[in-house]
């Protein structure tokens, strides 16, 4: 899985709410909030990043937060839901 280079699935947006100042996923007639550090890893998704890149920058961004062992099962959800490809 760490080869995987995830991307936004067609018709999927990733948007910050400015007067909630959170991240969503903008889906066909659906709309998910997402919590904490999710928009963040979600916002590295751009199919040329593999996860172990996205996982290495995260590290750096955000030292001391387990990253390693919380993204790669996070970005398989998303996987799993059909927001990422």
Do not use: N, Y
């Not at 990733?14 to 996923?25: A, G, P």
């Amino acid at each position: 899985m760490t080869d995987w280079r995830p991307a936004p699935a067609p018709a999927v947006l990733l948007r910050h709410d400015h007067t909630r100042d959170t991240d969503l996923l903008l889906l066909p007639e659906r709309v998910v909030v997402l919590q904490g550090g999710a928009g963040a890893v979600v916002a590295l998704c751009d199919g040329a990043r593999s996860v172990r890149d996205i996982v290495e920058e995260l590290s750096e961004r955000f030292p001391g937060a387990p990253v390693a062992t919380d993204v790669p099962p996070f970005l398989e959800r998303l996987r799993k839901e059909g927001w990422l490809r």
